[in-house]
């Protein structure tokens, strides 16, 4: 059956903002037109009303100083329009100092809204403000070492030609359980969920419930989630065994042997040894 989407607070008036720097335009995916594309389809999926979409092209990130985006600001400080919508947050900045400047004056105070696509951020509601705090720690650790490159593990000093390529993702990336365990799933429009997610996602939000209640989270007609104990490995690097299991949240969730507990015991010594 096909869904229609709408908008977590009834129609918006937004504007767009995009923006590319000269040597961003040849890259498939950030052209001005690519950009544009973005916003009309996510303004249409929302049944938001995009009165304009305002361009910087050929510039920097690296502060506010730009005439398209200035315009935009002082359009959204007159209340013109309610909210500024962008393909990805590094479009409208780089800086952390802006973007703090720019939650603390007016996104909390509620002037106007911020809207981002690729990081599905909508500052009107709740869950749109935990990802905006989300998306600012990741602009923190991208701009960790400007002459650096962000890597699994940490900043790769040396150029990207010279720096060992990231390995293939093997799995869903970090924070990908918090729409499951706080189930919001229908909220973003972006994925074709499907009726298996909603039941890992109640699943998900059974055994949290339980842990934030009484501090386990196993109830009734949830599979066994088998607690971690000094009688099998699960009390440190003293543990008295190595049995310890993990919990596979899945359609058919089940406990399993811990592949990696060598490994976590490993480290686990590493600060005690000289």
Do not use: C
């Not at 923006?19 to 049944?47: C, I």
């Not at 390529?165 to 429009?189: C, D, F, T």
């Amino acid at each position: 059956m096909a869904r229609t989407a709408h908008s977590p607070i009834g129609t918006t008036k937004v504007l767009g903002y995009v923006r590319v720097s000269t040597e961003e335009q040849a890259e498939r995916g950030v052209s001005l037109d690519a950009q544009r594309a973005k916003l009309e389809a996510y303004a249409t999926l929302y049944d938001l009303e995009l009165v304009e979409v305002i361009v910087d092209a050929g510039v920097s990130a690296k502060s506010f100083d730009r005439p398209g985006l200035q315009h935009a600001l002082s359009l959204l400080r007159k209340g013109k329009t309610q909210a500024l919508l962008v393909a990805k947050l590094d479009r409208l900045t780089r800086s952390m100092r802006d973007l703090g400047t720019l939650v603390e004056e007016e996104l909390v105070k509620g002037k106007w809204a911020l809207l981002s696509v690729a990081e599905q951020l909508d500052t009107r509601t709740a869950p749109g403000r935990l990802v905006l705090n989300i998306a600012t720690t990741r602009l923190i650790l991208t701009n960790a070492d400007s002459k650096g490159m962000l890597a699994a593990g940490g900043v790769v000093k040396s150029s990207p030609a010279a720096a060992n390529p990231l390995p293939q993702s093997r799995g869903a990336v970090h924070s990908a359980e918090i729409e499951y365990a706080l189930g919001n799933l229908s909220s973003n429009k972006v994925y074709a969920w499907t009726p298996d997610d909603y039941k890992v996602s109640k699943l998900t939000q059974e055994y949290f419930a339980n842990f934030i209640k009484k501090g386990a989270p196993n109830g009734p007609g949830l599979p066994t989630w088998p607690a971690a104990n000094s009688s099998n490995g699960g009390g440190g690097s003293g543990g008295g065994g190595d049995t310890v299991q993990v919990m596979r949240l899945d359609v058919e969730s089940h406990a399993e042997p811990d592949k990696n507990r060598a490994r976590y015991l490993f480290l686990d010594q590493l600060p005690t040894k000289r």
